[in-house]
Nanobody, 128 residues
């Protein structure tokens, strides 16, 4: 069983920063840093379902970034490969959403359908 847990969300004023983290745990023979090929961040609002933000591969190299956030957000992965971070700077009210991390074992990228495992999300609210 694979479980993803996001943390770091909250309420922040416009112009502020937040750092989201996503930790992968598993049971049995599934070893996250061996079997997870891509990890990504998405966000969801009532208007936009599962908007892609950023993805990173097994080696820790960022692979895809949304043009909408590439100048303000950065994705990273710890050396053990079990935790992925999303550093978000210069936040604005339009960034208010539920943020999800996801993991893919086969292929990854910008398409949410390529990710097999999902966290439950963490709320980010940016006040004006």
């Amino acid at each position: 069983q694979v479980k993803l847990v996001e943390s770091g969300g909250g309420l922040v004023q416009a112009g502020g920063s937040l750092r989201l983290s996503c930790t992968v745990t598993s049971s049995g023979s599934f070893v996250p840093n061996r079997f997870i090929y891509y990890m990504g961040w998405f966000r969801q609002t009532p208007e936009i379902a599962r908007e892609f933000l950023a993805a990173i591969d097994q080696s820790g190299s960022p692979k895809d970034m949304s043009d909408a956030v590439k100048d303000r957000f950065a994705i990273s992965r710890d050396n053990a490969g079990n935790t992925v971070h999303l550093q978000m700077n210069v936040l604005n009210p339009e960034d208010t959403a539920i943020y999800y991390c996801a993991a893919a074992t086969l292929i990854g990228g910008t398409n949410w359908a390529d990710y097999e495992y999902w966290g439950r999300g963490t709320q980010v609210t940016v006040s004006s």
